[in-house]
């Protein structure tokens, strides 16, 4: 249950993470004159933020799926259908 889960989970947040990660570096690089004076020491497309961004991202999807799925795991599925 926990795999079917973060298999779902994984396909829908890697497909936006892609989408955005394409639409952020495009923005940057439309805006860069505008945002290189808001940086200071650093580079308008720079990889080392947006991979810390990224890995920022994975840790919260994989938290937000990993808490849900490990509680439904926990509840017996007779007894929901019962009280139903």
Do not use: K, Y
Not at 34 to 51: E, K, Q, R, S
Not at 56 to 81: E, K, N, Q, Y
């Amino acid at each position: 249950m926990i795999r079917e889960s973060l298999r779902e989970t994984i396909v829908v947040f890697g497909v936006g993470l892609a989408l955005g990660t394409i639409a952020a570096v495009v923005a940057v690089r439309v805006s860069a004159s505008v945002i290189a004076d808001l940086l200071f020491g650093l580079t308008a497309t720079d990889a080392v933020n947006l991979i810390a961004a990224v890995v920022v991202m994975v840790a919260v999807a994989l938290a937000a799926c990993l808490l849900p799925a490990h509680r439904a795991t926990r509840i017996d599925p007779v007894a929901i259908i019962r009280n139903e």
